[in-house]
């Protein structure tokens, strides 16, 4: 059964949607934070989200915390792109995130809890202190009774829950899924990253990126075409070269247009993958580090640069597993949204 | 797409009965209660003072490859893992034969890295730090420049699956966060890796240790908790009508999954079978359950295809049964939907009557003592059981296990988000 990407949505420092995406990769400046006195941090941040076609959509918006707002203002765009507007009760989620909730949890750490109660803790508070509440607050809002999955698995979590989202769909547990990454960056993350020697020349960034997956008998059911074809998620311990060669290798298909690698700008493209020339991007120059989230804003970059023609063909998006392992998902773009 | 049978060839627990599953088990069986006062903390003057915690001595890895275990949650995590991976007959897979293993593992339900803050802090402190009350700010100042000497790594979701992936060798790793389903959700995520033949082995399993001055208040706040302190014994009490709440409890259970053919073809003990599972949503509010069970009946059912069986197969119900009033209502509204007339006729029973809600761990317990009561024909009671509650009208096997030949087991999780998760574990027949 083959599986489409029937809608994106995202949110990153670069603003809403596509045309966020878009502004993020034409270089939307980043902020400048400190976390102690005297120190700057640069920082792709969204900050406090306002979204009133979300705030339209769910009457309980205002609850949601930072992290919540974001993977559900793109779950929002994504199934108003895939024009998923009714019938959606087998529809399900899965994200995945580094950190998740950790910003409620420090805010409820706060509290002062040594008496009988968590003095001034409300306990919408603590609704935004499980990992998965963007999740829930999607499948709650959009009536989603699908599959509902979070995933915790570092930088590749959101290719991770594609990697797991085929597995659902081919076996028939859903006709589509909410697939991405959601993340928030914290004060603590900030000094995480800026002691993580893996993680220098690249600005750490908070977000979203979802994606519609669906059936391919599903999306002609509803008469929806797909922006690509999502031939598979490869994924492969060892070298970046090796996992990408590998993966392009799996999948047959047209030429490859787009090769897009998690490596930090200021890192070398590995030798073996310099054929690819200017194919090769490097979408965290631009977009950020985001962890959990860098697979769906890496997707709905590559789908927008899909849009704007500015590749046809395969696409390899790839983001950093645990260990050595490495995530690599390979579109096919359809070259006719609506008709292909 | 294969369709592989997925057996358990290892079991392994550090929860508070034990840290021999089968001895946790036998108490389990004989309704032994283990909740009580919460000693992690001085609970005095808090709404709610019951716990159920790992109180004894228990021999667990000091390091794992690269990890250093320094914290109760990765000794819990290792600990279990260590254990299931010696009943399996398994040792680290190398080379190539590592991308046949994965690891599923339960984490990061509520305020996970929380329950790190306390070691971490006192790290940086000394020991006689109160991570609650310590200034985070001056924290973050003084830890050290490696993040991993300060701990501050431990922040990040997914600490304890590379551990047990070390021990495992296995290649592939993640973690599942559905709340309160994450354990059953991990198992069925691991059935599902090998049923379709992506990998051979899977260590699946969760991890909590919930019992901390900023979740017990948290969760009593929503309600969640019973308040029985006068009485911790007696605090959890599944489908009682007296029941007000459930018990916070903590350690970390494993399973070993793996096909039949890998197991067979290393003549491992196959000591049962993973029949089926069920994924559904509720969507119908954050922190409440649909009380319709319209979801935990979809779950069951998904579950029961999935396992190739229908109602009149299921010869027991492991409930989710936390002994909210919330719960256990819809939970045995959805359990008549699911299986209809035979609902009446099987013991619906849940293991937290004795040892509370192990939160992430508590579908991978639940799931091992699934199996135990396939193998060993008791099935376990429902303690605390005194009175009948009218919109809890099933056979919930008060108080007293009961000896019966059992062949499949339902299993439910149900979570926070509206996340549902069901399991069949049955007999294993080659």
């Known amino acids: 059964m083959r599986l489409l990407i029937t809608g994106v949505g995202a949110v990153c420092h670069g603003g809403l949607g596509l045309p966020g995406v878009r502004a993020a990769l034409a270089g939307a400046p980043f902020d400048e934070e400190q976390v102690r006195p005297g120190d700057g941090h640069a920082v792709a941040r969204v900050g406090h989200l306002t979204d009133p076609d979300s705030a339209a959509a769910y009457r309980r918006w205002g609850q949601l915390d930072a992290y919540s707002r974001y993977g559900f203002a793109a779950s929002r765009l994504a199934l108003v792109d895939a024009g998923w507007d009714d019938d959606r009760a087998e529809v399900g989620i899965q994200l995945g995130t580094s950190f998740g909730c950790m910003e409620e949890n420090q805010k409820f750490d706060r509290y002062d809890s040594s008496g009988d109660v968590v003095k001034g803790a409300s306990p919408l508070v603590f609704k935004g202190t499980v990992d998965n509440a963007p999740a829930g607050w999607v499948a709650v809002a959009f009536r989603l009774k699908g599959p509902n999955a979070t995933f915790v698995s570092g930088d590749g979590a959101a290719l991770e829950a594609l990697w797991s989202a085929e597995g659902v769909l081919q076996a028939g547990r859903a006709p589509g899924l909410l697939v991405g990454g959601v993340e928030r960056v914290t004060d603590l993350q900030l000094l995480l990253h800026e002691r993580d020697s893996a993680k220098q020349g690249v600005v750490p960034a908070e977000g979203a990126g979802v994606v519609l997956l669906e059936r391919e008998d599903s999306a002609a059911q509803r008469g929806v075409a797909g922006r690509a074809e999502l031939l598979g998620v490869h994924r492969q311990r060892g070298t970046l070269a090796d996992a990408v060669l590998g993966a392009l290798a799996r999948f047959e298909g047209a030429d490859v247009g787009r090769v897009a690698l998690a490596l930090p700008a200021d890192q070398p493209v590995p030798a073996e993958l310099a054929e690819f020339g200017d194919r090769l991007t490097q979408p965290k120059a631009t977009l950020g580090e985001a962890y959990g989230a860098y697979g769906g804003l890496a997707l709905a970059a590559t789908l927008a640069e899909l849009e704007d023609g500015a590749w046809s063909g395969r696409a390899a998006v790839h983001a950093f597993g645990e260990g050595d392992e490495h995530f690599v998902a390979v579109l096919q773009g359809l070259d006719d949204r609506r008709n292909a | ?430």
């Open chain 2, 1 to 430: 797409m294969s369709n592989r049978r997925v057996v358990i060839t290892g079991m392994g627990a550090i929860v508070p009965h034990g840290d021999d599953i089968n001895a946790v088990y036998r108490r389990v069986a004989a309704g032994e209660n283990i909740c009580g006062r919460i000693t992690r903390f001085d609970p005095t003057g808090f709404l709610c003072q019951i716990g159920s915690e790992v109180k004894y001595a228990f021999e667990a890895p000091k390091t794992v490859g690269p990890y250093s275990i320094h914290n109760e949650a990765l000794a819990f995590t290792a600990g279990s893992a260590q254990r299931a991976l010696a009943m399996a007959g398994l040792t680290p897979a190398t080379g190539d034969a590592m991308d046949r293993r994965a690891v599923v593992l339960s984490t990061g339900v509520g305020p996970a890295n929380i329950n790190f803050l306390g070691p971490i802090a006192q790290r940086v402190h000394g020991k006689g730090a109160d991570p609650y009350k310590s200034d985070l700010a001056a924290f973050y100042a003084q830890a050290p420049n490696e993040p991993e000497a300060a701990g501050l790594d431990e922040f990040h979701l997914d600490t304890a699956a590379p551990i047990v992936a070390v021990q495992a060798g296995a290649a592939h790793v993640y973690n599942t966060a559905s709340a309160c389903a994450s354990g059953s959700h991990a198992v069925a995520d691991a059935g599902a890796l090998i049923r379709r033949g992506e990998v051979d082995v899977v260590v699946a399993g969760g991890v909590c240790t919930p019992v901390t001055r900023v979740l017990v208040p948290g969760f009593a706040m929503l309600s969640a908790l019973s308040t029985r302190n006068d009485d911790p014994a007696h605090a959890s009490r599944p489908f009682d009508a007296g029941r007000d709440g459930f018990v916070m409890g903590e350690g970390a259970a494993c399973l070993v999954l793996e096909s039949e053919e890998h197991a067979k073809a290393r003549g491992a003990v196959i000591l049962g079978e993973l029949g089926g599972w069920g994924y559904s949503c509720d969507s119908y509010r954050l922190t409440d359950p649909e009380p319709g069970g319209i979801g935990m009946k979809l779950c069951m059912t998904r579950a029961l295809e999935s396992a190739g069986m229908t109602a009149e197969d299921v010869d027991h119900v492991n409930a989710h049964g936390t002994s909210t009033m919330y719960n256990d209502r819809a939970e045995t509204l959805a359990i008549k939907k699911a299986l209809g007339d035979h609902a009446y006729k099987i013991p619906v029973s849940s293991n937290k009557s004795m040892f509370g809600h192990l939160i992430h761990a508590a579908g991978a317990l639940e799931g091992c003592l699934s199996v135990l009561t396939i193998r060993n024909g008791i099935v376990p009671p429902t303690i605390n059981y005194d009175t009948p509650d009218p919109s809890c009208d099933l056979d919930y096997c008060p108080n007293v296990g009961r000896e019966q030949k059992t062949d499949v087991i339902l299993k439910n999780s149900f979570g926070f988000g509206g996340m549902n998760v069901s399991v069949v574990y049955k007999r294993y027949e080659g």
